[in-house]
C-alpha cells in the first residue's frame, strides 16, 4: 500500500487523456458500449485510488461481464490493448501510437495491385501503411479475394462516402464473410439481394417514419427477416403497427425476434397474437383496480400471473370476480389471490357464472344458519366453524332445518348454545330422531335423558373468521361446493 496519494478532492479536479488518434480512427467506429468500456478503462488506470475490479465496471457502467470481455477482445484486436488474464479479467492498455504500426511485415510484391487499386478508391487522401496491414492482415485471415474486399469497400465507400474508415468497412467485410461471401460473384449476389430488396425497404421506411436511405444495417437487418427469418413484407409492416412509441430498426428487430421466438410468423397471427395482448392487459387492469392496486408497467402481472389464471381455463369475468371478492376480505396482493385462484380451480369453479353460482348458494346457506344463530339466542356473524357444523348436520347426519331450529330453541340462554346444539342433535341421532314432533315426544318422555351440559373454554374468534360468505376462502375444499 502507498503511503501517500492523491486525495479525491485533488483526482475529480485532473482529467484523463485521451489520445487524438484513438478519437480519429477508432472512436468513429465503436459502438456506446465500447466507448464507455474504454473510456471508463482508461479512467481506472490513472486513478489506481478507485476500485477496479471487474465487478465494480459491471456495476457502474451496468453492464454484463460479457459486453465487457467482448469490448476488450475487440480492442486487443485493434492493438489497443492486452488482455493478461481472462479469469480473473486483467487488461493492460497499450500505446494508441504503437496500435497504428503494423505488427507484422508483408511482401509488397504480393499486394502491389491491391494497394492500387485501394488508393484509387480514395483519391482524396493518403492511406496509412497501418491501413493497408489491416486489410492484409483481414484478407489472410478470412481467405476473401481481394477483388471481392475492393468491392465491399466501394459499396461502402458510396454508401458512407470517402470519409469511411478501415474499421467500418471490416466490420461490414466480416459480417458478410460470416454469410458465406468470399469471391466477387457472392459479393454481387449480395448487392443483388440488397436492390431486390429497395421497394420492401422504401415500406419499411415509410411505415417507420424514416426520411432518408437506408443504413447498411438496416438493410442487413431486412435480408435478416426476410432471408433467415421467413418474413413477408406485409407480416414485417404489421409488426411495425405493433410497436409502441418511436419505431426504429432496433425495435422492430426486437419485436421480431420476440414473434419469432413464439412462433408468429403471418399477418393474421401477429393481429391475434396483439389482439390477446390488448384483452389481457384489459384484464390486468381490471383486477387491479377491483384488488384496489395500479401498476404502471403491466408485463410482468400478465406474465406471471394473468396468462397463467386465463390458461387454467378461468374466463375473464371470474377473475374480475374473485379480484372483488378477494378485497372484500382483505386480500390485497396479487399473490393472494392467486391462492385463492388456485383455490377455487380445485373446486372446478372457473366461470363467472359457476364462482357466482357457488357464492349464492354459500349465501343461502349462511342465511340459514343465522336464522340457527337467531334462534340460539346469539346476533353474532356466521363463522367457518358454524358452515362446518352445519354442513355435518345436513349432509351427515340428514336432519332437516327444522329439528335443527328446534334444537336451537333448546339451546337459547345457554352459555354456549353452539357446543349444547351440536350435543342435543347426536342424542337425536343416536335415539333416531328425524322430526320435530319426534324430538318433543322424545323430550316429554319421563324416561328420556336430556343432552348433557358440558363445559367448554371461551373461545376467542378472529377477524378473518368474524367476515362472512367467502371469509375462509383460502381454507375452501370440495366439501364446500
Known amino acids: 500500500m502507498s503511503f501517500v496519494k492523491f486525495s479525491s478532492d485533488f483526482l475529480l479536479e485532473t482529467f484523463t487523456l485521451v489520445d487524438n488518434l484513438f478519437i480519429m480512427e477508432h472512436l468513429p467506429y465503436l459502438d456506446e458500449k465500447q466507448i464507455k468500456v474504454y473510456l471508463y478503462g482508461l479512467y481506472l488506470c490513472a486513478t489506481p485510488e478507485k476500485q477496479n475490479t471487474l465487478d465494480a465496471l459491471c456495476s457502474t457502467l451496468d453492464m454484463t461481464e460479457a459486453e465487457v470481455i467482448s469490448a476488450y477482445g475487440y480492442f486487443e484486436d485493434m492493438g489497443l490493448c492486452r488482455i493478461i488474464s481472462k479469469s480473473p479479467l486483467e487488461v493492460s492498455y497499450l500505446s494508441v501510437k504503437k496500435a497504428n504500426q503494423p505488427p507484422k511485415k508483408y511482401r509488397g510484391e504480393k499486394w502491389n495491385d491491391f494497394n492500387t487499386q485501394l488508393q484509387q478508391l480514395f483519391p482524396e487522401r493518403m492511406l496509412t501503411p497501418n491501413e493497408y496491414n489491416e486489410y492484409y492482415m483481414f484478407l489472410d485471415s478470412c481467405r476473401l479475394e481481394q477483388d471481392a474486399l475492393l468491392m465491399i469497400v466501394q459499396y461502402c465507400i458510396n454508401l458512407k462516402g470517402m470519409g469511411v474508415r478501415y474499421p467500418y468497412i471490416l466490420t461490414v467485410a466480416r459480417n458478410w464473410v460470416a454469410d458465406g461471401v468470399r469471391t466477387v460473384a457472392d459479393v454481387e449476389e449480395k448487392l443483388k439481394e440488397y436492390d431486390n430488396q429497395s421497394e420492401d425497404m422504401r415500406q419499411v421506411l415509410s411505415a ?267 381454507k375452501l375444499s370440495e366439501d364446500d361446493v
Open 208 to 474: 417507420l417514419g424514416r426520411k432518408g436511405g437506408a443504413e447498411l444495417e438496416d438493410k442487413q437487418l431486412l435480408l435478416k427477416w426476410t432471408r433467415s427469418w421467413g418474413y413477408e413484407l406485409d407480416a414485417i409492416l404489421a409488426a411495425i403497427k405493433s410497436l409502441k412509441g418511436g419505431k426504429t430498426f432496433a425495435k422492430l428487430d426486437a419485436k421480431l425476434d420476440e414473434f419469432y421466438r413464439m412462433s408468429i410468423f403471418t399477418v393474421e397471427q401477429i393481429r391475434d397474437y396483439q389482439a390477446q395482448m390488448e384483452r389481457l392487459k384489459a384484464l390486468a387492469i381490471s383486477v387491479n383496480k377491483n384488488l384496489g392496486l395500479y401498476y404502471e408497467s403491466l408485463e410482468h402481472e400478465i406474465e406471471t400471473y394473468i396468462v397463467p389464471w386465463t390458461a387454467k381455463g378461468f374466463d375473464d369475468g371470474a377473475l374480475a370476480r374473485l379480484a372483488h371478492y378477494c378485497y372484500l376480505t382483505s386480500v390485497r396482493t396479487l399473490e393472494g389471490m392467486n391462492n385463492v385462484v388456485n383455490r377455487f380451480f380445485s373446486l372446478g369453479l372457473l366461470t363467472e357464472a359457476s364462482i357466482d353460482e357457488y357464492l349464492n348458494d354459500q349465501i343461502a346457506q349462511d342465511g340459514k344458519i343465522r336464522k340457527i344463530i337467531e334462534k340460539s339466542g346469539s346476533s353474532r356473524q356466521v363463522t367457518k366453524s358454524d358452515r362446518d357444523l352445519y354442513r355435518t348436520w345436513t349432509a351427515d347426519w340428514g336432519f332437516d332445518d327444522a329439528l335443527i331450529l328446534y334444537a336451537a330453541e333448546q339451546a337459547a340462554g345457554r352459555t354456549y348454545p353452539t357446543p349444547y346444539i351440536n350435543q342435543l342433535l347426536s342424542t337425536y341421532r343416536k335415539n333416531g330422531i328425524t322430526t320435530v314432533e319426534q324430538a318433543e315426544k322424545f323430550v316429554a318422555a319421563p324416561t328420556s335423558s336430556p343432552a348433557p351440559q358440558a363445559n367448554f373454554e371461551q373461545r376467542d374468534y378472529s377477524d378473518e373468521e368474524l367476515h362472512s360468505i367467502i371469509t375462509s376462502i383460502d
